[in-house]
């Protein structure tokens, strides 16, 4: 039974030093994608976490007032210019 033991030992041993590199592995792969993704434009990789966030949505209302605010300004603009033009 020793030598079964000392062979589980070392099975696991190997089992944490393959993990190890498995885990470099697909840091690389990771920093690979994230560099791939940007374009080239030289955006620089988060080295921890999964570095993937997903796209930030507005929800309709959020999306209602930005427009309602851009209305409001183009109408500012043009009552303006229209101002000036009379």
């Keep these: 039974m020793p030598s079964l033991e000392r062979a589980l030992t070392e099975l696991r ?48 209302a959020a999306r209602k007032r930005i427009a309602d605010a851009q209305r409001a300004r183009w109408a500012k603009f043009k009552l303006q210019k229209a101002k000036k033009a009379a």
């Design 13 to 60: 041993a190997e089992q944490h030093r393959i993990q190890g590199e498995l885990q470099h592995v697909d840091e690389a792969i990771h920093a690979l994608v994230r560099i791939s993704n940007s374009g080239g434009r030289g955006r620089k990789a988060r080295a921890t976490g999964s570095g993937t966030r997903g796209r930030r949505r507005l929800s309709a």
